[in-house]
């Protein structure tokens, strides 16, 4: 990492602090930035294919950073030929389709290969423009950081990238039966970790994550904690309503997964779980409705019949109702009709849907991986796990199932948590993460050109 940036320290308001008044406009924010997200749009519906907390991530930090008037184009390959050019997702949010490789069919293992001439189309849309028409480019996971890389290059702007997951940490904790990932992502994570000007961390644990396993410049490495959408997700008008609406017995102990069904997300676990507690306790099979909602994904595209399976072999598959991924307003009545979310992932940089599920008044119960710990609360919002044990899952599902004022308390509690977690405060951060990156590369320049 530069130099210059490591002297900067850790704090990322630092240069507002070290440099004052250093040239005229130092400080200001960027007008307009080029936001990449080569291998999954924000246009699709998170819970399919490749789409998750990511989309949602970029969708509504582009919006909050459109609000603050930085302007914002998301650069996107186009899946479909059916979607014009370029799309407004907001005032002030522009999607702009490049094309690279084909339409349909295209295995996110495939997209490296698709690279350069996803870089050909950002150059000519690029090149279309004025002069200093980007001020800043912010890369999202490693295949949108070579191509961002690239481009802040070539434009002379500082690249800010976010990883939001990480190849030898998933690598480190990987599922069984999962892949692992390629030689190749964890060389091109290298480079583009050394190339950032500025890095954005989920959690602190990130951040460490990032000095440890990749020689991250701490002082390059900002922590900005992303957002839920508190209009969207919240308690509304309770769980009684929402089950209503979903058909859901009313008296039901309702333990929900909701996410892509891939051995990493690990919703077998919850079932094993599941069939644990009805082992015990064979009184609750009819008082008990177990929901996952989403779609296979990565590596589990290829058994996308294996949860089904999984559950008639463990004899809970009349207990059990598959339903496919929904769009964010429903997504929110079934976080209201749940007893509790579980959530026993291998790994997971921040966890989204954890302070979704919380922000609507559920309480949760997640592996204590990643970013889980920041985004529960441990024994006042849900209960974190180590380990995926079903046995231990099975334990604490018990407590909800044999107590639903505990289900109330916590969900309540799990509420007030999950409004410390606006995309306000996100865009916020971010914004001053951008000044500082801005403020370091012209300073850099000046130096450079004495």
Not at 19 to 41: D, E, N, Q
Not at 349 to 356: D, N, P, T
Not at 416 to 435: I, L, R
């Amino acid at each position: 990492m530069s130099q210059y940036v490591s002297r900067l320290g850790s704090n990322r308001m630092a240069p507002r602090l070290r440099f004052p008044g250093a040239f005229p406009g130092s400080h200001r924010k960027p007008r307009r930035i080029a936001m990449l997200s080569v291998h999954t749009s924000p246009l699709h519906q998170p819970g399919t294919g490749d789409a998750g907390g990511m989309n949602v991530y970029i969708v509504e930090l582009a919006k909050r950073l459109a609000a603050i008037n930085i302007e914002v184009e998301v650069f996107t390959r186009a899946t479909t030929g059916a979607l014009p050019p370029a799309v407004e997702l907001a005032p002030g949010v522009l999607v702009r389709h490049v094309d690279a490789g084909p339409y349909e069919g295209l295995a996110k293992e495939d997209l490296p290969a698709q690279l350069c001439a996803f870089t050909h189309g950002v150059m000519q849309a690029w090149a279309g423009q004025r002069p200093g028409y980007y001020d800043l480019v912010h890369s999202h996971y490693w295949l949108s950081g070579h191509v961002g890389w690239l481009a802040a290059q070539r434009w002379g702007v500082p690249l800010v990238h976010a990883m939001h997951t990480m190849a030898k940490v998933k690598n480190a904790a990987l599922a069984e039966g999962d892949t692992p990932e390629p030689a190749a992502r964890v060389i091109g994570e290298t480079q583009i970790v050394s190339a950032a000007d500025r890095l954005i961390a989920n959690t602190a644990g990130e951040a460490d994550e990032l000095v440890r396993f990749y020689e991250a410049d701490a002082a390059a490495v900002a922590v900005v904690h992303p957002g839920v959408n508190l209009e969207r997700f919240r308690p509304a008008d309770g769980r009684a309503a929402a089950r209503a609406r979903l058909g859901l017995p009313q008296d039901a102990f309702v333990p929900l997964f909701a996410g892509r069904i891939q051995p990493l997300k690990a919703p077998d676990v919850l079932l094993r779980a599941v069939a644990v507690l009805l082992d015990r306790d064979p009184s609750l099979r009819s008082r008990m409705v177990v929901p996952v909602v989403g779609g296979p994904s990565g590596s589990g595209l290829a058994k996308p019949e294996g949860l089904q399976k999984l559950a008639a072999r463990l004899g809970i598959a009349d207990v059990v109702r598959f339903h496919p991924p929904v769009g964010q307003d429903q997504l929110a009545d079934w976080f209201r009709a749940a007893s509790v979310l579980v959530m026993p992932s291998y790994s997971e940089s921040f966890g989204l849907v954890a302070i979704e599920a919380q922000a609507a008044g559920t309480p949760v119960v997640a592996a204590a991986v990643g970013g889980l710990p920041v985004a529960v609360r441990d024994g006042a919002s849900g209960f974190l796990i180590p380990g995926h044990d079903p046995q231990a899952y099975a334990q604490q599902l018990a407590r909800f199932a044999e107590s639903p004022e505990l289900v109330a308390r916590m969900g309540a509690t799990a509420a007030a948590h999950a409004q410390g977690f606006g995309w306000d405060t996100a865009a916020s951060a971010t914004a001053d993460v951008y000044t500082a990156a801005l403020h370091e590369h012209r300073r850099r320049v000046r130096v450079h050109h004495g």
